[in-house]
């Protein structure tokens, strides 16, 4: 994600008790900015670590003279000078100047002097003895993999007599802050309670400072639901402030993503739809909802001034380029989803998503769940030129969306909304399939990767996929619902033929992939689902790559022939020597246009190196089910005779069938599985018992 560049204050770093009354005519301190040569070795968690290595403002550095110091070298060096005027001294020779030792003597003298100042002013801080045995302590315990797991306990049993009572001391301080930081981290759960104890009603105090804000994110990470519910209400009624504060809007937004329950959440979230939420709370334990639909029915009247309070803090995170917010994205798609299609509202809203000229909250975006919504639905809602902007924010980034669990779904945005299907084919297609109908190596190892993705599948499935839900969750779906509700407005292209269109564009190099990738792809779940999506759908030359799967059934390759028994590669073989898919809605199968032929390929391999009978009694019998179903396979009687000369050999295969029992009660009943379906339903239908 896209960092945001913040401007520090000059007075950011300076804590109370850091700033001591000098001496009337004193110089400044100079301050020391080093840092510790062990970091490295800290086993520390990245999510709460302090990115900085500044100081706090404490005096432990070297310190210039004072002019009380100035005051007796000048009076030695006018003293030293009057003595070489002296009538004496003119008529004796001049000696060389030892200038070597002298300067020497005399730099080790001052910094002597400087440091014994530092330690005296460090000394002079409130609980600096505290402090200093407390720092020896972490130092130690900071490098885990050198300490015992019993001298630990030790040092943390110690490290806890020293801060316990003076917790607030030693949070504010930039070097004492990684010393409770790493207390916390060690500590068992009373431990940790206590400190959340002397903690408490600073929490929002501690969220704001440069370096407090740490601590406070290893308590959540470290501490449990107790800590946690006593955290996060000390936020309520300080939302709006807080998330434009440079320090403490990250950590509130840490707290909003992953340690805030749903309940919680919601009471954050409502504070953005204006004052009136951050003031009059809910009262007992009634539930608050913060979604926005829901509030403005009962309150009709609040929708003027809540979208007002709501897109004005928008706004005022978007100029201040703040744009990675998990809340902000939450908010942004709870405004869109209460703005009409094509009112002023949505096109403001939609210039204020473009109008970010470096693109980083488009990019911010596409990593969170609401963010991904809100650039889907603003895909829909755009003209032409607003999606084209759009798209544009994305260029040489496809790729990394389509491997992200939310990115990949404002690529099915664009497929389903942008009616210039020759844009899409040159912004997106490439980036995912590449340039060439025929892939190269780094291409093709490319694309087999992304087959076998979780989410990264997911585009190159969906023009072909005729159930989603075999490879989409709800709330997916749902997203998709919507974009296609919104588009039956903004879209003038019908949804059919820019399917057509893009799937002649992404054909070819999945069609080559399969074609010389057929033996890696069956051996995995996901690339048998990709092979059986693609080839009924594909609208190219789909021969070539239908010859490399049935190769697969002669192939000597134990890899490939362990894969062939597999439930998937069954999945596979099925659909394809039906024709297509089977559709759930019709209860019918759906047979590819133009017809794939694939059953009698198929039943001349397995005739080729018999087979037949070794695919019938096998776990993946129901493939010969479905060569018999098959419409258009001219050779099921042959097929027939083959398997009644066998009827024995599938007898035995098909062992018992499955039965049900009740217990003594008569209530439960329990189910045996029985033998193989697929071949009882063979035996079945040689019979004539079944069609």
């Known amino acids: 994600m896209v960092g945001i560049k913040r401007k520090q204050s000059a007075l950011s770093g300076i804590q109370s008790?850091?700033?001591?009354?000098?001496?009337?005519?004193?110089l400044p301190v100079v301050e020391s900015s080093t840092s510790s040569n062990l970091e490295a070795e800290t086993d520390s968690d990245p999510i709460i670590e302090s990115d900085t290595t500044e100081h706090s403002g404490d005096d432990d550095g070297v310190s210039w003279p004072s002019d009380q110091d100035e005051d007796i070298q000048d009076e030695n060096g006018k003293e030293a000078g009057l003595r070489d005027k002296s009538p004496t001294n003119n008529h004796r020779p001049t000696a060389a100047p030892e200038t070597t030792n002298g300067a020497s003597n005399s730099s080790k003298e001052s910094h002597a002097k400087q440091k014994a100042l530092a330690q005296e002013r460090k000394a002079a801080k409130p609980n600096a003895d505290s402090i200093a045995r407390s720092k020896k302590l972490w130092e130690r315990l900071r490098r885990k993999s050198h300490v015992p797991l019993d001298e630990r306990k030790k040092l943390v049993a110690e490290l806890f007599d020293i801060i316990t009572g003076h917790v607030k001391d030693f949070v504010l301080k930039h070097d004492s802050v990684r010393v409770v930081q790493t207390a916390i981290k060690y500590a068992n759960r009373d431990q940790r309670k206590m400190i959340a104890k002397e903690l408490k009603g600073e929490f929002r105090n501690l969220a704001e400072s440069r370096y407090a804000k740490f601590l406070l994110g290893k308590l959540l990470v470290h501490g449990d639901k107790e800590i946690r519910d006593v955290i996060v209400p000390e936020f309520y009624g300080h939302v709006r402030r807080l998330i434009k504060h440079p320090e403490a809007s990250w950590i509130l937004d840490d707290i909003y993503r992953g340690a805030a329950t749903s309940q919680q959440k919601d009471y954050l979230l409502r504070e953005w739809f204006g004052a009136e939420f951050a003031i009059f709370k809910s009262e007992g334990k009634r539930v608050v909802t913060s979604v926005l639909e829901s509030i403005l029915a009962q309150n009709p009247e609040k929708r003027k001034p809540v979208m007002h309070a709501l897109h004005d803090l928008i706004n005022q995170l978007i100029q201040k380029k703040s744009t990675g917010f998990t809340m902000l994205h939450d908010a942004m798609r709870q405004y869109m989803l209460n703005i009409n299609t094509g009112s002023e509202e949505m096109t403001e809203f939609i210039e204020l998503i473009k109008g970010d000229e470096e693109g980083d909250l488009l990019k911010n975006l596409a990593f969170t769940s609401s963010g991904a919504g809100v650039v889907s639905m603003a895909l829909a809602h755009g003209n032409a030129k607003d999606r084209k902007l759009i798209v544009r924010a994305y260029k040489n980034l496809f790729s990394q969306l389509a491997h992200d669990e939310h990115g990949h779904q404002i690529i099915l945005a664009a497929y389903d909304v942008i009616d210039d299907t020759v844009l899409t084919s040159k912004s997106i297609l490439p980036e995912l399939v590449g340039k060439s109908a025929d892939p190269d190596e780094t291409q093709t190892e490319a694309l087999t990767t992304a087959v076998n993705h979780k989410f990264a599948r997911i585009p190159l499935l969906y023009l072909f996929a005729n159930r989603r839900e075999s490879f989409m969750d709800v709330m997916e779906r749902g997203l998709l619902d919507t974009v296609h509700s919104i588009r039956t407005e903004?879209?003038?292209?019908?949804?059919?033929?820019?399917?057509?269109?893009?799937?002649?564009?992404?054909?070819?190099?999945l069609l080559s992939l399969i074609t010389n990738n057929a033996a890696t792809l069956v051996q995995s779940s996901f690339g048998c689902q990709f092979m059986m999506e693609v080839l009924p759908g594909a609208d190219s030359n789909?021969?070539?790559?239908?010859?490399?799967?049935?190769?697969?059934?002669?192939?000597?390759?134990?890899?490939?022939?362990?894969?062939?028994?597999?439930?998937?590669?069954g999945r596979l073989f099925k659909t394809l020597v039906q024709g297509g898919p089977y559709d759930t809605q019709h209860q019918r199968v759906k047979v590819a246009e133009p017809a794939l032929g694939f059953h009698i390929m198929f039943f001349e391999a397995l005739q080729a190196s018999d087979q037949v009978l070794e695919w019938a009694t096998s776990d993946n019998s129901f493939v010969i089910v479905g060569l018999l179903e098959a419409e258009g396979f001219e050779n099921k009687e042959q097929l027939r005779k083959i398997l009644?000369?066998?009827?024995?050999?599938?007898?035995?295969?098909?062992?018992?069938?499955?039965?049900?029992?009740?217990?003594?009660?008569?209530?439960?009943?329990?189910?045996?599985?029985?033998?193989?379906?697929?071949?009882?339903?063979?035996?079945?239908?040689?019979?004539?018992?079944?069609?």
């Open 542 to 569: 789909r021969e070539p790559a239908l010859k490399a799967v049935i190769a697969l059934v002669q192939s000597e390759s134990l890899e490939v022939q362990a894969a062939l028994k597999t439930p998937a590669a």
């Open 644 to 691: 009644k000369k066998a009827k024995e050999r599938l007898e035995e295969a098909a062992g018992p069938r499955p039965t049900v029992s009740t217990t003594d009660t008569g209530r439960k009943k329990e189910k045996s599985k029985g033998g193989n379906k697929g071949v009882q339903l063979l035996l079945g239908k040689i019979a004539g018992r079944i069609t």
């Open 490 to 509: 903004t879209s003038k292209k019908d949804p059919a033929t820019r399917r057509k269109e893009l799937i002649a564009h992404i054909s070819p190099p």
């Open 17 to 26: 008790g850091d700033i001591k009354k000098r001496k009337q005519g004193s």
